[in-house]
Each structure stands twice: as C-alpha cells, then as structure tokens.
C-alpha cells in the first residue's frame, strides 16, 4: 500500500529550529516531486516548499531564508529543516506528492508543528 508519513513535529519556542521527515512508501518516490503543505486553524492549506526528482526547489515567499526543503533517495524521504520558526509558522504540516505514472494525488497524515511566542 502506498504511504507517506510524517514524523518530526511537535511544540518550540519562536526561534527554534525544528526537522520534519515524510517517507514514502511504494514507488512513488522515485521520479515524482515531493511537496511539503501546512495548514494553520481557520486557513486554507499552503504550498510551503518543493523539491523536484533532480533536487531543484521553492519556497513559499513567507518561509524562503528559513526552511530547507531535501530529498534522500535511497531511503524515499523528504525532508524539511525549519528554522527560525515564528507563531505564524504553527500549522499541521503534510507531506504530498502527484505520482505522474498513475496519476494519484497522496497525503501524508499530517504532522502538527506548535510555535510558542
């Protein structure tokens, strides 16, 4: 069964750095670019950063400077180095990924990051 999973969330104080990791399970990993999103309460989800198979990436303008987005191939994870982090970075975090060969959508299960002030 294809998965990703997310680990790597929990609660920090403003300025603190945290790393999320999402591995995926299946063959979905290989060839496909892997998105990080997050979604803070009363607020649609956002794009946070992308990395594509050849390790090309972006970042949402309100992250950029702040967090890495990386990939292992080896292990099929992504991951997400944060920063720096601020109360509006507090959010659950997923991890998605467009599998081009099946054209499947998969979501991670979400992982919750809590910035305190």
């Known amino acids: 069964q294809v998965q990703l999973v997310e680990s790597g969330g929990g609660m920090v104080q403003a300025g603190g750095s945290l790393r999320l990791s999402c591995a995926a399970s299946g063959s979905i990993f290989s060839g496909n670019t892997m998105d990080w999103y997050r979604q803070a309460p009363g607020k649609q989800r956002e794009l946070v950063a992308t990395?594509?198979?050849?390790?090309?990436?972006y970042y949402a303008g309100s992250v950029k400077g702040r967090f890495t987005i990386s990939r292992d191939n080896a292990k099929n994870t992504v991951y997400l180095q944060m920063n720096s982090l601020k109360p509006e970075d507090t959010a659950v975090y997923y991890c998605?990924?467009?599998?081009?060969?099946?054209?499947?959508?998969?979501w991670g299960q979400g992982t919750q990051v809590t910035v305190s002030s």
């Open positions: 998605y990924t467009h599998d081009v060969r099946t054209m499947k959508d998969y």
């Open positions: 990395i594509t198979p050849g390790g090309n990436t």
